[in-house]
């Protein structure tokens, strides 16, 4: 059987890399994408069974981006998981921690390893625009007093050397990332939808009505501008069900009742939460 | 009278200070400071009279820790100001748009300008930490080729040229910048708070449930991760009233009934609103 493909962003190794291997094992091709849009793409227009996509991270809250390619592509969530997001230093030929000035990697990155930062003051930082870029950067490059940020996915790739691990300063860096497809799942246990509402006081109280009434658990609340209509929101919504179900179908009926726009993005097996429990 | 201190993050000429001048007319003293936190500490100390905080863009999305920072810090929200981020691009000397290679700016003004580095496919972006900041470094050094992305601001303050104006890709790109004080407003027509619930479900429908009882409008909700205790959520709200008002207060009565933490973190006088009306 030919390996499955996933379109994830940016360079191999990175941690979109990392939780493909976490959902699929070993038997599949990354296809490294430029954007998140190109990732989107990739699987509309069959050219990779699946894209990977963040969508959620613990401190930096949602990827806002994706939640707008999910509601522009007609795509379906088919998987998720959880990765623990945990920076090392990576590095090459002689370098070690008392030869490093420079490190390289993403801005987003570099704010989390801050307090790695204030104990080596000496240790510029570097923004990059990928964390697995800028391991391949230095892999090729080779620049003196350099290192990078990244997964140890990115080490093990470009055959970099480890010369720290664990620089995240809070342990609880965890990122949510979705599987897509063009065909939906074939079971889950929980629901992702999106919906917009009519105008008036109360619009959201009605929508969260719907799940309240029938004990339905809500797992994530999301709310997202409308792009090109300031101060207007798109809702996303995921809760603990199966569109198979009739307590969940009917929800979903009665939610279409008061919405102006409703959309099922996936129905698909949750993924294990590492602490702390659904709202 | 002495003028008032602002602390704004970034440098001078940044969309902050084009904010602050919105809000407060022309006596007034900017700040600069490295970051948010640097900003909410001055008030908190007594430094400055104000901060301004940006908290939501319609593209970009929710301004996260800046959302921290409110629940971190004690000030008020005393004032919003909604404004509208126009790009320009500032060059110095000799330049023309032919002669510019590289452009700098902080890495979200350089994507919210993606048409034009399309029609340019030879202008290099370059991330920079800040859009003024690439304004003042080029003003310092000259560089040969070199163009920042910022606000006219900057261009007046760092005596630079506008060689070309409305860069953005969407006209629909404001930000919305808060206003904050060590003490609350004396009036206002709008309330934020922030809250957390109980882990039971149907409990953010309760919540909601105090203002639609009411036909209190809500015109912002937000879910922000609770740091250290993954999928777990505050919520953001805001809605029409005054914490004066026997509705707005009775409100509030009802909501610290079924809430597990609750603050009112501003009531405040609303600000303009570009297009588009309260939900």
Redesign the interface.
């Known amino acids: 059987m030919p390996p499955i493909t996933v379109a994830i962003q940016g360079e191999r190794g990175s941690f979109s890399e990392e939780a493909a291997r976490k959902l699929l094992g070993r038997n599949f091709e990354v296809s490294p994408r430029e954007n998140f849009g190109a990732i989107f793409q990739a699987v509309a227009k069959g050219q990779c069974r699946y894209c990977l996509a963040p969508i959620?991270n613990?401190?930096?809250?949602?990827v806002?981006e994706n939640y707008d390619l999910l509601l522009e592509h007609k795509l379906h969530i088919v998987s998720e998981v959880?990765l623990r997001i945990v920076h090392n230093l990576i590095a090459f030929s002689g370098e070690t921690l008392r030869t490093i000035r420079k490190v390289y990697s993403h801005?987003v990155a570099l704010a989390q390893c801050s307090r790695f930062f204030k104990r080596n003051p000496k240790i510029e930082k570097v923004?990059f625009?990928d964390t697995a870029g800028s391991v391949k950067m230095l892999a090729e490059k080779k620049i003196p007093g350099a290192a990078a940020i990244a997964s140890h996915v990115a080490a093990r790739i470009y055959r970099g050397r480890m010369l720290s691990s664990h620089l995240e300063d809070?342990p609880?860096n965890?990122t949510r990332f979705l599987l897509l497809s063009r065909t939906p799942a074939a079971a889950g246990n929980k629901v992702s939808i999106v919906f917009s509402?009519p105008?008036?006081?109360?619009?959201?109280?009605?929508c969260?009505?719907v799940?309240?009434l029938r004990?339905?658990?809500?797992?994530?609340?999301?709310?997202?501008?409308l792009?090109?209509?300031?101060?207007?929101?798109f809702f996303y919504v995921d809760f603990t069900g199966n569109v198979k179900e009739a307590k969940s179908r009917k929800a979903l009926d009665h939610l279409a009742e008061v919405t102006s726009y409703l959309r099922v993005l996936g129905c698909y097996k949750s993924g294990e939460?590492?602490?702390?429990?659904?709202?």
């Open positions: 959620e613990t401190l930096a809250g949602s806002y959880n801005p923004p625009y809070d609880n965890f509402t105008h008036v006081p109360g619009a959201l109280f009605k969260l009505a799940f309240a004990d339905i658990d809500l797992t994530k609340l999301e709310s997202r501008p792009r090109g209509r300031p101060w207007e929101y939460r590492p602490v702390g429990s659904p709202r």
